[in-house]
């Protein structure tokens, strides 16, 4: 996985395109009402994309992350940098803080797994829900099922690397759509949604 840094005033390492995060800032400029949820923060990067929509502005985004590794064929990679970053005094935790606290974006954090964190929400309380969390087959198929009921009419839940670098996330993300009857929609890049009928 080759990691990205966001050259803004804050510089921000992890798994995001510039096209994606524009995506991302324009959806959340459409979508006025409701909660934005961003799971799978990891630094920020992604995260950071959201700034210039959200400053200044009411508190709408929680973020969630359990910053305790992944259950795909990342997990090995996580663990080695979650400790690498532990023994270097900067815990990835912390510097997701320090640099959504650098960028002045108001948020809410639930530290915590994601089907955990669900379980804080109401039906239809989401205008986004953003996935980026774990890619294996039973955590997408997981979380697009529990996130589903939270997203409001009109609202849109979307996620991350939807490539043939992660199979399983396109098999959990294709029966989803059959299932549901729901159309599978692409933004730029590795970006798959869905809007609530
Ligand atoms: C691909 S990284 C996110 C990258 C980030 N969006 C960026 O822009 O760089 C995946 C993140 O999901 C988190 N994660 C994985 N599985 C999770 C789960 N079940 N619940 C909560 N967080 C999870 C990991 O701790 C990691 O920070």
Same mark, same amino acid.
């Given at each position: ?10 510089? #921000? ?25 961003? #799971? ?13 929509? /959200?400053?200044? =502005?009411?508190?709408? /985004?929680?973020? #969630? ?10 997990? =090995? ?60 087959? /039973? ?38 759509? =059959? #299932?549901?009857?729901?159309? /599978? =929609? ?12």
């Amino acid at each position: 996985m080759k990691l990205n840094n966001k050259k803004t005033r804050v510089r #921000i390492e992890g798994w995001f395109h510039p096209e994606e995060g524009k995506w991302y800032q324009e959806q959340v400029k459409k979508l006025s009402n409701g909660w934005i949820v961003e #799971i799978g923060c990891w630094k920020g990067l992604s995260t950071s994309y959201l700034a210039s929509v /959200l400053i200044g =502005k009411p508190q709408r /985004l929680w973020c #969630i992350d359990n910053w305790k590794g992944s259950k795909d064929q990342y997990s =090995k990679l996580y663990r080695e940098l979650l400790e690498q970053h532990e023994n270097d005094g900067k815990p990835v935790p912390i510097q997701f803080r320090k640099n959504l606290k650098k960028l002045e974006i108001p948020y809410k954090m639930l530290e915590m797994d994601s089907q955990e964190a669900v379980s804080y929400f109401k039906d239809k309380s989401c205008s986004l829900v953003f996935l980026d969390a774990s890619h294996d087959y /039973l955590s997408i198929t997981t979380d697009l099922k529990a996130w589903w009921p939270k997203v409001h009419r009109n609202g849109v839940l979307a996620g991350h690397d939807f490539s043939n670098d992660h199979p399983e996330l396109i098999r959990a993300v294709e029966s989803f759509s =059959k #299932i549901w009857s729901v159309p /599978l =929609k692409r933004g730029p890049r590795t970006i798959f949604y869905f809007i609530k009928p």
